[in-house]
């Protein structure tokens, strides 16, 4: 008897099955059957679900005809089950990684429980608004598991089917099924509440839920918003019959309620003519089945609650009415903690441009880096009368050095120098607030070439895209956009699919590369001695990049155990991806942590070779012409989960390994540093180091703030007649 039987509907979701099915597929703790529900062997997601029973014999089908509805596709798939809990998940949903055994480790510690309750993230995917966590109600019970009486607030009405694990001994025993009809959840929910005995709750996200762009079926107006009332008084009449506790039953019959008063009052969702015909049903089943000396709420919110025990129809149009109005006038009123700050920017921008202020930011004003931070410098040098401004967010204000000028983000000075900026730079975006003003120039400078999938070419990858923003928003930040910096004609192709505009694309290399061919010995030295690199030691950079399926860091990677394997002369800089730069150090052994270090630059100046996975990192790396080694050991998951720009695997900078022993194997023996890395790092460095010739600041800094046309710009030096920055050790 497998652990978890996991009922996964598909009508209508065809196209994004695969993502559900994978997500089960994928998980670490493999003791489960998956039970595909199609509405027939022609329908397109029997496809779908067959060639991964083919490939996984885990995957089982079973077809429920589509008018029955996805209650009848529930109960067809729980049928079917022969697991010891009971899953479900909708077809257009998945899995967080580590559920399965994040859900078996809390049964073995709460023993056999009929539901354990679990927590679930609303994804709005397709506008990567951030995802928002929703679960059970808090419970004070400290015991693992516990009676519902106990924490009589926990009831399964207002959370999804899919936000719990359910003993299907414990449904079976019940004559649990899923009700006909709309709302479904909501009478499964009440069933199950009413017929519990034992209960437990696991404080994980288990279901990422990918919201549908349209909204809900429930949302749409109909007829079909009455079978809400069907499914609350299914629940009040089995309550009734099992006699459910007063303490229990109160609670219960609130939550059916605050459900059936929300739908009461959306004008949208019952039709004009209906509603207050919806309005009195639901005062006599409120009425009918109130519990005894139940007293309504008090203070605002058992306002409505009153109304509709009274039968008060018109009083409640009229509240509803109100709050709309209200509603909408707050939405007119500016929003934030520093409304002043706020208003001074749009007097600001009544103001004439300061033709020689240039406004510098980098990554959303994180410190004084990147390309900014290069263009800054040689700004100073080349355009002398231009007065820089650097923005950096509070408590960041110790990365600037002591003589460049900042404004810190969201004070008065940072509204007042954006308003008045006649540049604006930056390798992320500007505030939404921001105005693109007649005469301004924005110039954006990107902070790296691109692997994964960026900008609206991420949207077809519903994991990313959840976490990137609202597209729309996105391309309105674009629009305000005049230059772009690409350090190679892939990236320059890449962005123009990726963020469409009128923008002018500036092949110029990226500035904060120059210095890999302009350091010297000297300066590899100095470096080195900041940083702690010990006298004659190889010095390997690992940085790993971020991985939209990880909600922290995780090295990926024994870097103590590595250095052993790999020669006693290494030593380890470990750099994480700058998402992770505010924890604290990790360095230990031969272990340095220059996650904090201020120059991206500098650290890779140091380094004698370079371990990435798919970081962006390679690319610039690549400018000094050392030995790279491609540490893939998630490839196929990153590839799908984030989506990529070309196959890395084909077109590598140095030898590709998968596992930690490869990696030692590959430093011991030298075949990092060998002809056939030579070859592969040529090949690489031919297609993405196109522009980066040590003179890219200087090319952009004549074009955007000198005005200088494009042919009285230093052409680039060809690849061959570069000489990088050189190693300390060979």
């Known amino acids: 008897m497998p652990r978890f039987s996991i009922v996964v509907p598909s009508h209508g979701v065809a196209g994004r099955l695969s993502l559900a099915l994978d997500s089960v597929l994928a998980q670490s703790f493999g003791d489960f059957e998956l039970i595909a529900v199609c509405d027939g062997p022609a329908a397109p997601a029997a496809g779908v679900a067959a060639d991964h029973a083919a490939r996984d014999s885990r995957v089982v089908l079973v077809h429920s005809p589509p008018c029955e509805g996805l209650g009848a596709a529930r109960n067809a798939g729980a049928r079917a089950a022969s697991g010891l809990y009971l899953l479900f998940l909708d077809g257009d949903d998945v899995l967080a990684p580590g559920a399965l055994a994040a859900l078996a480790a809390r049964l073995e510690e709460t023993g056999e429980v009929d539901v354990l309750y679990f927590e679930h993230e609303r994804c709005p995917w397709w506008d990567g608004e951030p995802a928002t966590t929703a679960g059970p109600a808090p419970v004070t019970v400290r015991a693992p598991s516990f009676s519902p009486a106990e924490a009589p607030q926990l009831t399964g009405v207002a959370l999804p089917a899919w936000s719990a694990a359910y003993r299907r001994s414990f449904a079976t025993a019940h004559d649990l099924v899923f009700p006909e009809g ?70 219960l019959f609130e939550q059916l309620f605050d459900t059936v008063l929300a739908v009461a009052a959306d004008r949208e969702r019952v039709p004009a003519a209906r509603r207050r015909a919806f309005f009195r049903r639901a005062h006599r089943l409120y009425r009918r089945h109130r519990p005894a000396g139940r007293r309504t709420p008090r203070g605002r919110s058992g306002v409505p609650h009153r109304l509709l025990a009274a039968g008060a129809y018109t009083a409640f149009r009229v509240r509803c009415a109100a709050g709309r109005t209200a509603g909408t006038a707050a939405r007119r009123l500016p929003r934030g903690t520093r409304l002043r700050a706020r208003l001074a920017y749009r007097l600001h921008l009544r103001r004439p441009l300061d033709e020689n202020l240039v406004v510098y930011c980098a990554y959303w004003g994180r410190g004084y880096a990147c390309n900014p931070a290069a263009l800054h410098a040689k700004a100073r040098e080349l355009a002398p009368h231009l007065r820089g401004v650097f923005l950096v967010e509070p408590g960041q204000e110790h990365t600037v050095p ?329």
């Open 402 to 730: 002591a003589d460049v000028e900042y404004a810190v983000i969201g004070s008065r000075r940072y509204w007042k120098v954006l308003a008045r900026a006649k540049y604006l730079v930056n390798n992320a975006n500007f505030a939404d607030a921001v105005v693109k003003r007649p005469g301004s120039v924005h110039l954006q400078t990107q902070h790296g070439t691109p692997l994964k999938t960026m900008g609206c070419d991420q949207s077809t990858y519903p994991v990313v895209a959840a976490r990137s923003g609202s597209f729309t928003k996105l391309l309105r930040r674009v629009d305000r956009w005049d230059h772009n910096v690409s350090s190679n004609r892939h990236s320059t192709e890449v962005w123009e699919r990726a963020f469409p505009g009128s923008y002018e694309p500036l092949e110029y290399g990226y500035p904060r590369n120059d210095v890999y061919c302009t350091a010297r010995a000297e300066d590899v030295a100095r470096v080195r001695r900041e940083l702690g690199v010990p006298e004659g030691k190889r010095a390997v950079l690992y940085a790993p990049t971020h991985r939209d399926h990880h909600t922290g860091f995780e090295p990926g990677l024994d870097l103590e155990a590595f250095c052993a394997a790999a020669g006693e002369d290494v030593v380890v800089l470990l750099r994480a991806h700058y998402f992770y730069d505010r924890g604290g150090p990790l360095s230990g052994g031969r272990i340095i942590d220059v996650t904090a270090h201020r120059s991206a630059e500098d650290v890779c100046l140091a380094a004698d070779a370079l371990v990435t996975d798919y970081s962006s990192i390679m690319f610039d790396y690549a400018n000094l012409d050392r030995p790279i080694v491609v540490y893939a050991d998630d490839w196929e998951v990153y590839r799908e989960i984030r989506g990529v720009c070309f196959d890395l695997m084909d077109t590598p900078p140095g030898p590709v390994v998968r596992t930690p022993g490869e990696l030692a194997a590959v430093f011991r023996d030298g075949g990092y540093a060998g002809p056939e890395s030579a070859a592969l790092r040529a090949r690489f460095r031919q297609r993405f180091c196109q522009f980066d010739d040590g003179l890219a600041a200087e090319r952009v800094v004549r074009r955007v703030f000198l005005g200088e046309p494009p042919e009285a710009l230093p052409p680039v030096i060809p690849l061959a007649e570069r000489v990088p920055a050189p190693a300390a050790t060979h």
């Open 182 to 251: 709309h709302f479904t959840d909501v009478g499964w929910g009440g069933l199950v509440t009413v017929a519990a005995e034992r209960v437990a709750v696991l404080r994980r996200v288990v279901v990422r839920h990918l919201l549908r762009r349209q909204g809900s079926r429930l949302d749409l107006p109909g007829e079909h918003q009455f079978d809400l009332l069907d499914q609350t008084e299914r629940v009040l009449v089995r309550a009734a019959a099992g006699k459910l506790p007063a303490e229990r039953l109160a609670p």
